[in-house]
């Protein structure tokens, strides 16, 4: 299988960015599952690698964001 990077971007409200918040895209289908946990850098970044494309769902601390295209970047501000 080949592995793909995705880029999830995780900012709070007021602009800052958390560092060391897990992040996990999960896959819904026969080729479903979840990838490795990849952690925010300062920046509020994570690079998370995953075998699986299409429609995925993030999230971050076992939360749900929402969805996106993977791979690919997504942007999720913290409540």
């Keep these: 299988m080949s592995v793909n990077h995705s880029t999830i971007y995780v ?4 602009g800052s960015k958390p560092n ?3 992040v996990i895209i999960g896959f819904s289908g026969l080729t479903g599952g979840m990838s490795r946990p990849a952690y925010t850098d300062r920046d509020g970044r ?3 690698e995953h075998s699986s494309t299409g429609r995925a769902t993030v999230y971050v ?3 749900d964001y929402g969805s996106f295209h993977a791979p690919g970047t997504f942007s999720v501000v913290l409540h």
């Excluded at 900012?11 to 007021?14: C, H, L, Q």
């Design 11 to 14: 900012s709070y409200r007021d």
């Design 20 to 22: 060391g918040k897990k």
């Design 46 to 48: 994570a690079l998370v």
């Design 61 to 63: 601390d076992g939360r």
